[in-house]
């Protein structure tokens, strides 16, 4: 593991927590809400983190699931 990649490790670890604690601060902030614009109810969000390819780090994993 080179140096740069050791600093690559870090910043997907940082992004993935702060992903998790900006989806539960979203979903504090819903807890009393009962319908969306759309006018169906409010569904919690959950951030699932999962092993992924050395060659793609967590920001570029978590945009290509918001694609989909």
Do not use: H, K
């Amino acid at each position: 593991m080179s140096f740069l990649s050791a600093f690559n490790t870090s910043v997907s670890g940082m992004t993935a927590q702060r992903q998790r604690v900006n989806t539960i601060s979203e979903n504090i902030a819903n807890a009393e809400t009962t319908r969306t614009p759309q006018g169906g109810p409010y569904r919690r969000r959950e951030v699932i983190l999962a092993s992924v390819a050395n060659d793609r780090t967590f920001e570029e994993e978590l945009l290509s699931q918001d694609r989909s």
